[in-house]
């Protein structure tokens, strides 16, 4: 293109236009090259101003003029929002960069790394989320189901009374609800936002719940003295399963069983231990055996007692603990099995029913039946009353009650320990016991009291005037010590003998405290579980006896504690820790715990087998032989070890004793009215 336009313009003259267009250089070449200098510009504009004409140049001033004057006042009214355009987009630059609220409200893909140290208390609702905390998911059969428990009262006032901490908290909780899960107790698993320690928590059991205090909580984790239990259990469960599965009790040592009912009592009586332990499949192996073993049409003579507090117990508990009907079904079926127990002339029932044959009798040789054992199967039948809506089984425990109330022989509340089946009276009068054939008359007066939401008073005046007849006839001090202990009087006079049975008695005294009852009985529990305590202390293997006399002079080189020959086993009872489960849930004081931790390594010392199970002892005395009488009894699972497992839990939900009562058996139920 370029070389073209050259050649035309070198061959023919210039066109006058071209021409134009470059004359202003040559103009300015001609007066001496180039010149685009300022003062040429200058003088060049002047001289054209000047050719103009005066109308032309007012015409352009005034022009210039409207025209500065319409910049001026455009400017000023542009200006603000042109300044606001700017700042805005200043402060969403600083809103993206520095406030990572804005990133929550409006989320991106990926979340923005946190600053490990972060100090998120500083502005609660921007804080990026926490992540939710996960229910410890317990074991066991995750389809049945218990109601939830109720959370801690505590909580709620604490809430309620400082608003300003709670509020964050409570937003949170808003955006980020933890669902509670049912738990393999079937318990409803709920965060716990308790501040409190587990002491303080214990003590806080002893106000009743309060229905506005139904909160959502987290079940305490297990911990090691828990975890040493289950394996004791474990142990005395495999020497059940490999030598006596489906009979009623383990001779660990022989590697055999013996019969009592025929009827899998230690099976029956440990299903909901295993259930409390978290046994899951244990549990389920010995609901198998239920389901197609445990058969109770058979020509077989029971003790009403036992077989009520065991088999009847075992199935209502296991029942509620579970949900699962097989249980309730075989709860009804034995509990039908028991009832011609009843048919005396006196309605105090028989000792023994054969639940095949639906017979019933005393003993061979009396017509008379113990009282505590007439005595305690009130809670079970009642509860079966209240289960199936048939009122026979409650009218006829009732009936017992209505009249051991009112009958004489009684020394300021306490009992003889015999009844006569055919008179409806006491025999046998004048000798008075917390020990064996008295015991747990006194503890179901105030189990029942509890179990039917306070209102029987019957029940409760006669517990409280047996109380103040142990006060009066029954307590005595040891030297050199000055161990309160309950001592028993036969005829009058004073013997300072005190079974271990007696033990019931502390924690028995703890739970009325515990349900509104005078302080005095908590004082005398406290002194009592210290001498129960000491009957293991005081002996050489660390077990107590069956029967101990306390020394009530001091005398030199002896200690409290005396023990005769024919006293000195150990079934393995657990009368002892079922009250260091008590004082520890109502005081928090976690000596009894260590003292309960003591009990359980001197059984595992003594009473262990090693092929599996623990046996009963003949003498505590001798640590290097305790001569092993190869038998295990099924309280020791049903009993003796849940309550270790329980007193070394933090969990006042495990198993509530504001909702539940447990048998003389260890058998939780329900209480009808919770607190
Ligand atoms: C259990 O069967 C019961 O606790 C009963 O009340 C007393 N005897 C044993 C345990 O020692």
Not at 392 to 418: C, I, Y
Not at 444 to 452: A, E, F, N, R
């Amino acid at each position: 293109m370029y070389s073209t336009a050259a050649a035309t313009a070198a061959s023919s003259p210039p066109r006058r236009d071209f021409i134009s267009v470059t004359l202003s250089p040559e103009e300015g070449l001609g007066t001496g090259g180039y010149n685009n200098s300022k003062a040429w510009r200058r003088r060049s504009c002047w001289r054209k101003w000047k050719q103009l004409s005066r109308l032309q140049r007012s015409i352009i001033l005034f022009l210039c003029a409207a025209l500065a004057l319409c910049g001026v006042i455009s400017y000023s009214s542009l200006g603000e929002p042109w300044k606001g355009l700017a700042n805005k987009s200043l402060d969403d630059q600083r809103t993206e960069a520095d406030i990572p609220g804005l990133k929550l409200a409006n989320p991106a893909v990926l979340p923005a790394p946190q600053k490990a140290n972060g100090n998120l208390g500083d502005s609660p609702e921007l804080s990026p989320q926490k992540p939710p905390k996960l229910p410890h998911a317990r074991r066991g059969p995750p389809s049945l189901q218990l109601k939830p428990p109720r959370r801690n009262v505590r909580l709620k006032t604490q809430y309620d009374t400082s608003k300003a901490v709670e509020e964050p908290v409570q937003a949170e909780r808003e955006e980020n609800p933890e669902k509670p899960v049912i738990s393999w107790r079937g318990a409803v698993i709920e965060p716990d936002q308790s501040p409190e320690p587990p002491s303080s928590k214990m003590k806080e059991a002893e106000k009743p719940s309060s229905v506005e205090a139904e909160e959502q909580k987290e079940p305490v984790p297990i911990n090691e003295r828990q975890l040493a239990v289950i394996e004791a259990f474990r142990h005395a469960w495999r020497g059940y399963k490999d030598f006596a599965w489906g009979h009623d009790e383990l001779k660990p040592l022989s590697k055999s069983y013996s019969e009592w009912f025929g009827l899998g009592l230690t099976l029956v009586d440990a299903l909901d231990t295993l259930w409390i332990l978290g046994l899951k499949e244990e549990f389920e192996e010995a609901r198998k055996w239920v389901a197609t073993d445990l058969v109770f049409d058979k020509n077989v003579d029971v003790n009403l007692f036992e077989s009520t507090i065991r088999i009847l117990g075992g199935l209502l508990s296991t029942y509620h603990l579970s949900g699962d009907s097989l249980f309730l079904e075989k709860a009804k079926d034995i509990g039908n099995r028991l009832m011609p127990a009843f048919k005396t002339p006196s309605k105090i029932p028989y000792s023994d029913v054969n639940i095949g044959r639906g017979t019933a009798h005393p003993p061979r040789w009396t017509s008379d039946s113990t009282v505590a054992e007439v005595t305690s199967i009130q809670l079970e039948f009642r509860e079966l009353s209240h289960l199936t809506g048939d009122e026979k089984f409650q009218r006829a425990v009732d009936e017992v009650m209505r009249q051991v109330h009112s009958l004489s022989g009684k020394n300021d509340g306490l009992v003889p320990m015999f009844i006569n089946t055919n008179s409806g009276q006491f025999t046998h009068l004048g000798v008075y016991t917390l020990g064996a054939r008295a015991d747990s008359y006194y503890e179901y007066l105030l189990k029942q009291w509890i179990q039917g939401g306070k209102k029987e008073n019957e029940l409760l005046e006669d517990y409280m005037r047996a109380i103040e007849g142990v006060k009066k006839h029954l307590l005595q001090r040891s030297q050199p010590k000055k161990l309160t202990f309950v001592g028993e009087l036969a005829h009058g006079h004073f013997s300072a003998k005190m079974d271990h049975l007696v033990c019931f008695l502390p924690g028995t005294l703890a739970l009325g405290a515990h349900n509104g009852l005078t302080a005095d009985h908590m004082k005398l529990a406290e002194a009592l579980i210290e001498t129960c305590y000491q009957m293991y202390a005081q002996v050489e293997t660390g077990l107590s006896p069956e029967i101990v006399h306390f020394n009530l002079h001091a005398q030199k080189g002896h200690k409290d504690v005396e023990i005769k020959p024919a006293d000195r086993h150990n079934l393995l009872r657990p009368e002892t820790v079922e009250s260091l489960f008590y004082m520890y849930r109502f005081t928090g004081d976690k000596k009894y715990q260590d003292w309960g931790w003591e009990i359980l390594q001197s059984f595992n010392k003594y009473t262990r087998v090693p092929t599996g199970g623990y046996t009963s002892i003949n003498n505590v005395q001798n640590p290097s032989n305790p001569e092993p009488r190869d038998k295990m009894e099924s309280f020791f699972l049903g009993e003796t070890l849940k309550y270790l497992f329980l007193l070394f839990s933090d969990d006042i939900d495990l198993i509530n004793l504001d909702k539940f009562v447990f048998n003389t058996e260890a058998h939780p139920l329900p209480i009808w009215v919770p607190a």
